[in-house]
C-alpha cells in the first residue's frame, strides 16, 4: 500500500484499468458534461434565470446524490482506517528497545519535517491568496468557531476513547491510537494476541478502503459535476483562473520544502553535499514522480540510499519503512493550501487559530494516512472539517488533483530518502557515506 495520496494502479494492467486513468476519464467527463449544460441553458443575462436555476439543479441533483454516498463511504472508515494503522504501524517497529535513539530520532525527524512542511504550506498560499473573490458562499450557520490552541491541546486527550471514536473525533483518536501502539510495543510478548487481532482489523479496513476506492472515479467525478454546476460559481473563467494560482501555491509551497528545507537538514547533520545526495536520489524520484506511488517506489528508494548514497542499510531498513508509516511532507503541505484555498474560494476567513489547527491536523494526519491508497483524499476531509469546512468542498480541487499527487508523491519519497541519512549520520557510529558526496 502506499503512503502517499497517490491513485496509481498496478503498471502491468491496461491503462484503462488503472485507477488513476479512470479517475482522470472520470473528470473529462464531468467537465464535457458541466460546461455543456452551462452552454445549452446559460444562467448569464437569461430571460427566466429561475428556470435555468431549476436546469442546473436537476442536472446537477444525481451526480449531487453519488457525490454525497462517496463521502459518507471515506467518512465511514476514517475513524477505524487511522487508529488501526497507526497502531500496527508504531508495533511493527519491531520491539521496544528500537524504540531508542535512532526510533526517537526517526520519528523526531518526520514530525518536525512535516511540520515545516504545513507551514511551509500556509505561508506561501496566505502570500498568493488563491481563490479570495470567488465567494462560492458558506452558511454562517455551518462554521464552527475558533477555539483558543489551549482548549484544541487539552482536548487531544479525550475523556473517553470509545467517545471519540463515536463522534469521529480525529485529534483524540490519533493520540489514542498512538498510546495504544506504543503499549503494545512495550509489553512485547504479552501483546501478541492483541496486535493480531489489529493486523487482521487493518488488513480488513484496508480492504474495504480498496472498494471505496474502486468508486472513486465515479465519486470524484460526480463531485465536480457538483461543482461546475454550482450556481454561485457565475464566473468559470475565474475559477480556473484560481485554480491555476492554487496549483501554483501547491508547486512553490513543495519547491520550498524540496529543494531549501531538506537539503539544509541534510547539509546541517550530514555535512555532505545535498546535490550529490539528490543525484544519487534521481532513479527513485523520477519513479516516484512518473508512479506516484511510494510502494511502488520503495526498492528503488532503498537500493538508492544504500548503494548509490552509501547510507547504511541497517539504518535504511528501520527509517524507509517506517516513513512508510508516518512521513508524508508533500501531502500533509498540500492539504494545507487545499484547505486555505477551499476556505477563501467559499468566502470564509480562517483565523491565525483556525489555520494553526489545520497546521496540526495535517501533521498528524499524515501519521494515520499510512499506507493507504489515496490518503489525501481521505485526509483532505479529517482537515477541512477540522475547520468547519464542508467535506465536499474537496471538489474544488479534485480536477487537477493528479498532478499535484505526481509532485507530492515525490517529495514524500526524497523527505524519507533525506531522513534515512540523517537519522544513520547522527546515529554513535554512522555509516560512512560515499566519498563522492563530499564537498
Not at 500556509?122 to 458562499?137: H, Y
Not at 471514536?165 to 483524540?172: E, G, H, T, V
Not at 534515512?420 to 564537498?439: F, G, I, M, R
Request: hydrophobic content about 55%; aromatic content about 8%; glycine content about 8%.
Amino acid at each position: 500500500m502506499s503512503k502517499d495520496s497517490g491513485l496509481g494502479g498496478s503498471g502491468s494492467a491496461p491503462w484503462f484499468k488503472q485507477l488513476h486513468w479512470q479517475i482522470a476519464m472520470g473528470i473529462v467527463f464531468a467537465l464535457i458534461y458541466g460546461i455543456a449544460i452551462r452552454t445549452i441553458w446559460p444562467l448569464a443575462g437569461a430571460a427566466d434565470p429561475d428556470a435555468i436555476l431549476a436546469i442546473w439543479n436537476n442536472a446537477a441533483a444525481p451526480f449531487a446524490f453519488l457525490g454525497d454516498l462517496f463521502i459518507r463511504a471515506l467518512k465511514l472508515i476514517i475513524i477505524p482506517l487511522v487508529v488501526l494503522s497507526v497502531v500496527t504501524g508504531i508495533r511493527n517497529i519491531g520491539d521496544a528497545s528500537s524504540l531508542g535513539k535512532m526510533g526517537l530520532r526517526t520519528v523526531g525527524y518526520y514530525l518536525l519535517t512535516t511540520f515545516l512542511a504545513v507551514l511551509t504550506g500556509l505561508v506561501v498560499v496566505n502570500l498568493i491568496d488563491p481563490g479570495v473573490g470567488l465567494d462560492l458562499g458558506f452558511e454562517a450557520g455551518e462554521r464552527i468557531a475558533p477555539k483558543p490552541l489551549s482548549e484544541v491541546f487539552a482536548n487531544m486527550i479525550p475523556k473517553s476513547a470509545l467517545a471519540a471514536f463515536a463522534a469521529n473525533d480525529m485529534l483524540p483518536s490519533i493520540f489514542v491510537a498512538i498510546l495504544m501502539g506504543v503499549g503494545l510495543l512495550s509489553i512485547g510478548k504479552d501483546g501478541e494476541p492483541l496486535a493480531k487481532l489489529f493486523d487482521s482489523g487493518n488488513a480488513l479496513v484496508l480492504k474495504i478502503t480498496n472498494w471505496i476506492m474502486a468508486t472513486a472515479p465515479v465519486g470524484v467525478a460526480a463531485l465536480f459535476i457538483k461543482t461546475l454546476l454550482d450556481p454561485k460559481l457565475a464566473d468559470l473563467a475565474s475559477f480556473f483562473t484560481d485554480l491555476g494560482a492554487y496549483m501554483l501555491a501547491v508547486v512553490m509551497g513543495l519547491g520550498v520544502h524540496a529543494f531549501i528545507l531538506l537539503p539544509l537538514l541534510y547539509k546541517m547533520f550530514v555535512r555532505k553535499s545535498p546535490l550529490a545526495f539528490l543525484h544519487a536520489m534521481a532513479p527513485s524520484l523520477l519513479t516516484a514522480f512518473s508512479t506516484a506511488s511510494s510502494s511502488a517506489t520503495y526498492p528503488v528508494t532503498l537500493d538508492c540510499v544504500t548503494e548509490r548514497a552509501g547510507v547504511s542499510r541497517k539504518s535504511a531498513s528501520f527509517v524507509l519503512p517506517l516513513g512508510a508509516t508516518i512521513n508524508m511532507d508533500g501531502t500533509a503541505l498540500y492539504e494545507a493550501v487545499a484547505a486555505i484555498f477551499i476556505a477563501n474560494a467559499l468566502g470564509v476567513d480562517l483565523s491565525l487559530t483556525q489555520q494553526a489547527i489545520v497546521a496540526l491536523t495535517a501533521t498528524l494526519a499524515a501519521i494515520g494516512a499510512a499506507g493507504v491508497p489515496s490518503a489525501g483524499l481521505v485526509t483532505m476531509i479529517i482537515v477541512l472539517e477540522s475547520v468547519g469546512l464542508p467535506a465536499g468542498a474537496y471538489g474544488l480541487v479534485v480536477a487537477v488533483d493528479r498532478v499535484l499527487d505526481m509532485c507530492r508523491t515525490t517529495v514524500n519519497v526524497w523527505g524519507d530518502a533525506v531522513g534515512a541519512a540523517v537519522v544513520d549520520a547522527t546515529l554513535p557510529e554512522p555509516s560512512v557515506v560515499n566519498k563522492s558526496q563530499d564537498t
